[in-house]
């Protein structure tokens, strides 16, 4: 099942903010949504396979300033499962002007890891949580199950995957065109859309347009089956 934009403002007061743990997973789970990531772009396999050339780490976060002054940020994904030679990508988003917002999520997990004096940005895991261990899939997943439950939601329909098929499903209810949707998920169907230069306004104006769906309900009687072709996107 996609975990869409309705289910993440649901579950947003439910999250303590006072806890680094909650602030980190929150940050990962806004920027996947926004960005449509997959799981394995976000978290490590386990807590001690962390690798800096390979995972997100605090300097590949950036937040950057628009021409019209406005606020956004900037996410290098160093490779992922269609990028073969590791050549990197770098995504956008922006304000979403709601209280579900990756770059107000980014900005709270940034300074968190200031705060616990972070010598080197490029080696600390960007999702840091407070035993200093990275944030794993199991990690992920076990916090959405528990935030699943808490508006009565059954968890065993979601996993990983529901992550990034949720931020395709919320853009596609927000009204984007087939072209912006696989252009910024990065689907390997029509793959030849990545080399169309894109206006950095399109990736700016997407998150104020999901904020929209809040009230739409997504139609939950038809579960998503992942078949093995599926994964591949």
């Known amino acids: ?19 680094d743990d909650d602030n980190a997973k929150w940050a990962a789970l806004t920027a996947g949504h926004f960005l449509m990531l997959r799981a394995g772009e976000l978290t490590v396999a386990s807590s001690d396979h962390f ?29 992922s499962k269609t990028d ?3 050549q990197g990508v770098t995504l956008y988003t922006a304000h979403s002007n709601h209280f579900v917002c ?12 200031h705060r616990r004096g972070t010598v080197n940005n490029d080696t600390i895991p960007l999702f840091q949580l407070s035993d200093s261990s990275p944030l794993t899939k199991i990690d992920l997943v076990s916090f959405v199950s528990q935030l699943l439950r808490l508006i009565g939601i059954d968890p065993s329909q979601y996993s990983g995957h529901s992550l990034r098929i949720g931020g395709a499903t919320s853009a596609s209810i927000a009204g984007l065109s087939d072209y912006e949707i696989k252009l910024l998920g990065r689907w390997n169907s029509d793959c030849y ?18 904020a929209q769906t809040q009230t739409i309900k997504f139609q939950y009687a038809n579960p998503y089956i992942l078949t093995e072709d599926s994964s591949e996107q």
């Open 1 to 19: 099942m996609p975990l869409t934009f309705d289910i993440l403002s649901a579950v947003k007061p439910f999250l303590n903010p006072k806890s």
């Open 84 to 86: 073969q030679r590791r």
């Open 51 to 79: 690798d800096p050339s390979i995972h997100l780490t605090c300097s590949d976060a950036k937040l950057r300033t628009a021409a019209d002054g406005s606020e956004y940020l900037s996410l290098h994904i160093k490779q």
């Open 102 to 113: 990756a770059v107000c999520a980014m900005k709270t997990n940034l300074a968190l890891q």
């Open 193 to 210: 859309q990545r080399y169309i230069r894109s206006p950095l306004n399109l990736f700016l104006g997407i998150p104020r347009k999901i």
